[in-house]
């Protein structure tokens, strides 16, 4: 279009693109602060719900307090009620104070504030010190300069995003004063007998964290170093989440920049006022929901039942003749309102009923232990959360085969002991004649100098706590079985095919199963038939000589190697093994 060349067509052509172009933004632009206005209006319904919610658990701890049917519980609520009293005015400061900001906006960029409750008016219904709670009651449709964004940030922000120095400031740090004022006003309100330390909630400044996550952790361990009463803890840690904002931003690549500035810069002047509202939201939410928790400290039915269930809970492991104890009980609770159940390392397949439903699988030792959280939420959907654990007995399905005959303990071999109650949870097993010693699930048996011993295996039962003689079983005692002589890989009768190997072993062979049986060779004699020489040495290691005369002698000939040796349960014992060359 700036072209000379252009003709008066084609400029005209180019100057109706511009001025679709620029119909087409302010088109965009409108429909975006349509949307702000649309989204303000939902958030003014919103406080008007929240101021209505908190309302109506005031009046119910009123008549509480009014009711001298039971007088100290009538005393207990009017305590409350001036802990209310309390909120309420702390409330109201940061209500009026958020109005003011959104007054001077309006003035500023030359809305007409004065006229209050017409059709054509901003202000539908003026801020009242009969009703301080409430928040100005305003239709943005009716602002004439929508999308001015200078004068809301001057006055909010002051001159830089980073660093803002205007009314912002101020409500920022009220807003942070009031989670302070209000989290330790709760904690601090709970009633308790004379001479009981008092409840405190020492509330931090968290306003830097990684995630919510992080977020939860820090104010966890803020209540866990105060002193907060149990039934409150979800209830403050809420509000003060709630009520919690990280502080400083990266935006477009500006790092440390405030949440006022992140949130007011260059916004326009409904969003800027739809902001303000939201705000005005949280705090009147965080004053209805420490309201409901006060009302719910003296009854009154803070948490909803439709359904009953009865529940009968006894042992999961009993046996015959036992004595059992089952306890029967009845459980309400709120269909509409089903509990939240967590479990760790498993999952929740169902919830009904008013309870969690978790199906796993049985783990392999004795005991398995199933923990979690489960969390009821009362009318205002404050959750109250507890932990459980359930423990269960896990018995090894087993099927035994003994061999009387075989009922053999070896002196000086640790031998392997293994007893099982089936039937019960616990197994006790004691001896006579021989020591017994736990080792894992076995039990090491170790035999005395007597020919036989014996071994009771006792049941008992965690629940009844008590132990049954299961049977007392009579074991020969018999020393070390022979070892067997092992030139290299060959043992006595043998034929070697080969005449390398340097070394003598003792060892069983793969018919004595005592394979933590250990032995060593102390000294050996080797002779040769038809050589008329023998040779000797002590240890495991054939000399050069003895080597040499195996390696020389003629086929067919017999190697003796005569050993005396010593190990497991045994010293200085001989064998012998004849080897054919």
Known sequence: ????????????IGMMYLVLTALLALNVSKSILDAFVAIEENIQVSNENEYTRGEEKKSSLAEVAQDQSVKDLAIKAAKLLKTVDEIDKMTAVRIKLIDDIKMEILETVGEDIKTIGTEESIIFKEYSTKDPLKPIRMHLSHVQNMDKYDEPMHIIIGEEITNPTGKGIDLWKSYNGFRKDLTEKIASSFIVEPGVPKFFFKAPEINDYKDMSDLSQKVDKAIKASKVNVDDQEAIKKIYIGLTKQERHEVHEVSNVHWIGKTFDHTPVVAALASLSAMQKEILTARADAVALIRGRVGGGEYSFNKILALA????VANAGDELTVEVMMAAFDSDKQPEVTVQGAKVSEIRDGRGIITTKASSGPEMSLKGTITVRNKSGIGKTLPWEKKITIMKPMGTVALPDMRVLYRGYDNSVEA????????????????????????IGTPGGGKT????????????????????????????????IFWGAYADGDEASSRTAKMLYAKYGPGIPLTKAKFQVQKWILSVSGSGKTFSGTGNTLSADALKILAVAPKGSMATFSCIYAGTGTGGKPSTAAIKL
């Open 1 to 12: 279009m700036g072209g000379g060349k252009e003709s008066p067509r084609q400029k005209m």
């Open 313 to 316: 809970y006894g042992p999961e």
């Open 420 to 443: 099982i109650a089936s039937g019960y949870d616990q197994t006790a097993v004691s001896g006579n004649g021989v020591t017994l010693k736990k080792s894992g699930n076995l039990y």
């Open 453 to 484: 011993c014996t071994i009771t295996v006792s049941g008992k039962s965690s629940i009844t706590n008590k132990s049954v003689n299961l049977g007392t079983f009579e074991f020969q005692i018999q020393p070390m079985p022979k070892a067997e």
